[in-house]
């Protein structure tokens, strides 16, 4: 029985660790600034993107069959644009660490915007193509959609990337030490 939806360990294993640090951070009294917002901004789409993709995989693996496939498909694009803004606030994060100037932080939340409703937009108007092999329980999905999610994350892990060589130079941001190891 535990054998058929083999499918969805991973998915498991992410809830619950998402949820473990999810309760760990939020049970704490934390300081209020820029930094620890996006961070908890993270969790909390962590935690969401892991009670999503447990909820998807496992209604894929109960209920998928022609007449739900529209419905699986329009999820995946959510699920798709849950990473898209996931790795946006990554990305401003990782430029909160680095420049402490609210007018550059201003510049990076605009991009992030604009880039992220670009991205979104592009996922839902590309096809999305859905595979189930009932036989050995798995489910995937790729299309342009994917594409778009992929060409996204590496955008922006680029940019991340960037502005890590820039500030490579800048040792005196001692927070920001981590990033030179990425």
Same mark, same amino acid.
């Given at each position: 029985m535990l054998h058929e939806?083999?499918?969805?360990?991973?998915p498991? +294993?992410?809830? =619950?660790?998402?949820l473990?640090?999810?309760?760990?951070?939020?049970?704490?009294?934390n300081i209020?600034?820029?930094?620890?917002?996006?961070? @908890? !901004?993270?969790?909390?789409?962590?935690?969401l %993107?892991?009670?999503? !993709?447990?909820s998807?995989?496992?209604?894929v693996? *109960?209920f998928?069959?022609e007449?739900t496939?529209l419905?699986? /498909?329009i999820a995946?694009k959510i699920l798709?644009?849950?990473?898209?803004?996931?790795? @946006?606030?990554l990305?401003?994060?990782f $430029?909160?660490?680095s420049?402490e100037?609210k007018?550059q932080?201003k510049?990076?939340? @605009?991009i992030? =915007?604009i880039?992220?409703t670009?991205?979104?937009?592009?996922?839902?108007?590309?096809?999305? %193509?859905l595979?189930?092999?009932?036989s050995?329980k &798995?489910?995937n999905?790729?299309g342009a /959609?994917?594409i778009? *999610?992929?060409?996204g +994350? /590496?955008?922006y &892990?680029? *940019?991340m $990337?960037v502005?890590?060589? &820039?500030?490579?130079?800048?040792s005196?941001n001692?927070?920001s030490?981590? *990033?030179?190891?990425y």
């Amino acid at each position: 029985m535990l054998h058929e939806y083999s499918n969805l360990y991973f998915p498991v +294993c992410s809830l =619950i660790v998402s949820l473990l640090i999810f309760v760990l951070y939020f049970s704490k009294k934390n300081i209020k600034n820029s930094e620890t917002k996006l961070y @908890s !901004t993270l969790l909390k789409l962590t935690l969401l %993107e892991a009670i999503f !993709t447990f909820s998807l995989t496992l209604s894929v693996h *109960l209920f998928f069959n022609e007449s739900t496939t529209l419905y699986f /498909a329009i999820a995946n694009k959510i699920l798709y644009s849950i990473y898209i803004i996931w790795i @946006s606030i990554l990305f401003l994060y990782f $430029s909160n660490l680095s420049y402490e100037d609210k007018g550059q932080m201003k510049i990076f939340k @605009s991009i992030t =915007i604009i880039l992220d409703t670009i991205l979104i937009f592009l996922i839902f108007l590309m096809p999305i %193509e859905l595979v189930y092999l009932r036989s050995e329980k &798995i489910s995937n999905s790729y299309g342009a /959609a994917s594409i778009i *999610l992929y060409i996204g +994350c /590496a955008l922006y &892990i680029f *940019l991340m $990337s960037v502005i890590t060589l &820039i500030n490579y130079k800048d040792s005196s941001n001692k927070k920001s030490m981590f *990033l030179y190891f990425y």
